[in-house]
C-alpha cells in the first residue's frame, strides 16, 4: 500500500463486529434477566414470610376452597378446572395485589411485568409452601456467577425427601450429592412443578396392541384435558383489558379449530369414515350444541333418508356412543346392504 493511502474497511467485518456487539448485549441482558428472576422468586418467598401475602380471597375461590395454603392437594382439581387456572388465580389475587398493583393495569399497561410474575408463579407458590431456599450465614440463596453463566438458587437437600422417589428426584435435580445444590431457573420450574404435581410417569407398556401412536395420542389428551383452558373474559374488566383478552380467546379458539381439522383430515387420509361419523353424532346429539342451533338457525344438523322418494329424519337420540356398538349405529343409519363396509 502506498503512503498516505486509506485502506478501505471491509463492509462485511463492520457488520459482523456490530453483530457480535449485539450479541454480546443480548448475552448479557438474558444472564442479568435469569438472575433477577431467580431473585424475584426469592424476595416474593421472603415477602410472604413476613405476612405481604393477602390469601383470604384466594383461599375461599371455588376452585381453592382450603382453609391454608399447605392444605392445599394441588394434584386433585375441582371438574372443569386446570392447574393453570389456580396459578392465575394465585398470580391475580394473590402477588399482584401484593405488590400493590391490578391485574387490569399490568395486562394494559405494561405486559411485560405481568409475563415476568405469572412465568415466576408456580415456583413462588411451590417455595412458600415448601420452603426450600437455602441460605448461608450472610442470607444469600445464590450462586456465584461461573465464566458466561447466570447465578443459580441453593436448594436445601434434605427437600428430596418430599418426592415420590427420592433417589429419581436426585438424580434430576442433585445427581453430584451437593448440599445445598443449585438449580438452574428452568430446572426450578420443573422442580416446583414436581414438587406439586408430582411426577408424571408412564406404566411401562407390555400391552402389544398398544402402539408408540397411542400412548402420544393419550398424553395429548390428558395435555389437553389437564392444562389447557380459554381465556376467560371478564365483564368487570376495562374495555381494553376485556378487547385484549377476547383477541386472545379467539387465537386460542382458532388454533383449536385446527386442531381439530387436522385431526379429521388424518381420519379422512386414512379413510376412518365410519368415525367421522361418529364424530358428526357426537356433535349432533350434545344437548348444548343441538339448543344453540335450535335458538340461532332455521335450519338443524341431522341425518336424512331417503321414505318413498322423500327425505325423512333419522332418530339418532337412541344411540349413546360410549355404549352403542358400530352395528347398532349402522341400522339405525340404514347403511346399505350388499355393499361393503367402508373403514
Known amino acids: 500500500m502506498k503512503k498516505n493511502e486509506v485502506k478501505t474497511i471491509d463492509q462485511k467485518d463492520l457488520l459482523i463486529a456490530s453483530i457480535d456487539k449485539d450479541l454480546s448485549d443480548f448475552v448479557s441482558g438474558k444472564i442479568k434477566g435469569i438472575t433477577l428472576t431467580l431473585g424475584l422468586v426469592n424476595k416474593l418467598t421472603k415477602?410472604?414470610?413476613?405476612?405481604?401475602?393477602?390469601?383470604?380471597?384466594?383461599l375461599v375461590d371455588k376452585i381453592i376452597n382450603s382453609n391454608d395454603l399447605k392444605n392445599i392437594d394441588w394434584k386433585k382439581l375441582p371438574e372443569n378446572v386446570t392447574h393453570n387456572d389456580r396459578l392465575r388465580l394465585f398470580l391475580n389475587l394473590v402477588i399482584i395485589p401484593a405488590l400493590k398493583y391490578t391485574t387490569d393495569d399490568l395486562?394494559?399497561?405494561?405486559?411485560f411485568r405481568f409475563e415476568a410474575l405469572r412465568d415466576i408463579t408456580e415456583a413462588v407458590i411451590a417455595s412458600v409452601v415448601n420452603d426450600f431456599i437455602a441460605y448461608d450465614e450472610n442470607e444469600n440463596c445464590f450462586t456465584d456467577p461461573v465464566g458466561n453463566q447466570p447465578r443459580q438458587l441453593?436448594?436445601?437437600?434434605?427437600?428430596?425427601?418430599?418426592?415420590?422417589s427420592v433417589e429419581e428426584a436426585k438424580a434430576r435435580y442433585n445427581a453430584k450429592g451437593l448440599s445445598p445444590f443449585p438449580l438452574s431457573f428452568e430446572k426450578l420450574k420443573s422442580f416446583s412443578n414436581e414438587l406439586l404435581l408430582g411426577r408424571s410417569s408412564r406404566v411401562v407398556n407390555t400391552d402389544p396392541t398398544i402402539s408408540k401412536t397411542n400412548e402420544k395420542l393419550q398424553d395429548l389428551k390428558k395435555e389437553i384435558n389437564s392444562n389447557i383452558s380459554f381465556t376467560q373474559v371478564d365483564p368487570k374488566a376495562t374495555e381494553a383489558v376485556k378487547k385484549l383478552d377476547q383477541v386472545k380467546k379467539d387465537n386460542e379458539v382458532t388454533e383449536t379449530f385446527r386442531l381439530v381439522c387436522s385431526l379429521i383430515d388424518k381420519l379422512i387420509v386414512n379413510a376412518e369414515f365410519t368415525t367421522i361419523q361418529k364424530l358428526a353424532l357426537y356433535i349432533m346429539n350434545n344437548k348444548h350444541y343441538a339448543d344453540w342451533q335450535?335458538?340461532?338457525?332455521?335450519?338443524?344438523?341431522?341425518?336424512?333418508?331417503?321414505?318413498?322418494?322423500?327425505?325423512?329424519?333419522?332418530?339418532?337420540?337412541?344411540?349413546?356412543?360410549?355404549?352403542?356398538?358400530?352395528?347398532?349405529?349402522?341400522?339405525?343409519?340404514?347403511?346399505?346392504?350388499?355393499?361393503?363396509?367402508?373403514?
Open 47 to 58: 415477602l410472604f414470610k413476613i405476612g405481604g401475602f393477602n390469601l383470604n380471597t384466594f
Open 107 to 111: 395486562k394494559k399497561n405494561d405486559p
Open 294 to 343: 335450535k335458538t340461532n338457525y332455521e335450519t338443524a344438523l341431522n341425518f336424512t333418508s331417503n321414505f318413498g322418494g322423500q327425505p325423512r329424519l333419522v332418530d339418532t337420540k337412541d344411540i349413546d356412543l360410549t355404549e352403542s356398538t358400530d352395528n347398532l349405529i349402522a341400522v339405525t343409519l340404514k347403511e346399505k346392504r350388499g355393499i361393503r363396509k367402508s373403514k
Open 154 to 164: 441453593n436448594i436445601k437437600k434434605s427437600k428430596l425427601n418430599l418426592f415420590g
